[in-house]
């Protein structure tokens, strides 16, 4: 089994790389497969109407590259917003074959905000196949392979200024700020946290900016007041919060790298 952490490193270069898409989700697929010993791997795009095979592992096509978007595991994913990890598919009349000797698989869907846009498809030809850690392994690999399935970015440079930012919201569903710029891993978002700060700790490093406003930072046990100009570092899994903030305070977010964050 390969160190988790290199693979997903690996992945989140894959995922912003040069090579045409279909190469890079091919030799994504084959680093999800080799990381676990997985017999099966295949990226999927998903579509109003349809759900296709970008690429896979091995040379045998699936027995259904497309399919309406409503069939299979696959579809059952996209219909439930949540990934669907069956340990025997003998006994789930859902399933629609990939290969004949599948007996167990793994739907993780890809996001691009709230919007299912593609899914990791992983086959086992044993019955009780994926793990919990499996599973955990699988989410974070969905979360940073999300830019393989963006349009190609002709982004050379971005300008968002405090007044700009500060117009766009509310937060989406399930996020406490306000997404503003993305790119490859990189995600900036606006934070002005109101009554009590309640984000819990994230899975990606992190990186706050003061720009208007006093509060103070708890990191674990440590307090520090902080005012407009503050850098904050928070790596990937600490708890931290913000408290006693002005009414008016403001802060950028950056996330970055991998999830599990980076490599120390």
């Known amino acids: 089994m390969n160190d988790p952490t290199d693979v997903l490193i690996a992945l989140a270069a894959i ?12 030799e994504a697929a084959e680093q999800i497969r080799r990381a676990r010993g997985f017999h099966w791997v295949g990226l999927y795009d998903v579509t109003p109407s ?26 059952a994913t996209v219909a439930e917003q949540r990934p669907i990890v069956i340990n025997d598919v003998r006994n789930d009349s859902r399933y629609l074959t990939t290969f004949g000797s599948t007996l167990a698989e793994a739907i993780f869907p890809i996001r691009s905000g709230e919007t299912i846009v593609g899914t990791i498809d992983v086959e086992s ?26 349009p190609p970015s002709s982004v050379h440079s971005a300008v968002v200024n405090l ?6 919201g509310p937060p989406p569903p399930g996020n406490l700020a306000v997404p503003i710029f993305g790119h ?22 992190e990186v706050y900016l003061v720009v ?28 931290h919060r913000f408290e006693e903030f002005s009414s008016d305070f403001a802060v950028w977010v950056l996330f970055y790298g991998p999830p599990g964050g980076e490599a120390r």
């Not at 995922?15 to 091919?26: H, I, L, P, S």
């Not at 930072?217 to 005012?227: K, L, N, S």
Request: with cysteine.
């Open 50 to 75: 349809e759900i296709s095979a970008i690429a896979w592992t091995g040379t045998a096509a699936p027995a259904f590259p497309a399919f309406p978007r409503t069939q299979g595991l696959n579809g």
């Open 163 to 168: 007044r700009d930012a500060l117009s766009h």
């Open 184 to 205: 490859g891993t990189l995600a900036v978002e606006m934070y002005t946290p109101r009554g009590r700060d309640e984000q819990k700790p994230h899975d990606r490093d």
């Open 125 to 150: 030809d044993c019955v009780n196949a994926f793990t919990a850690d499996d599973a955990q392994f699988l989410e974070q690999c969905a979360q940073i392979l999300a830019p393989l399935w963006s």
């Open 15 to 26: 995922a912003v790389g040069n090579d045409d898409r279909a190469t890079r989700a091919k």
């Open 212 to 239: 208007r406003g006093r509060a103070v930072f708890v990191d674990g046990e440590d307090r520090h007041p902080v005012d407009p100009g503050a850098f904050l570092f928070v790596a990937a899994g600490r708890p």
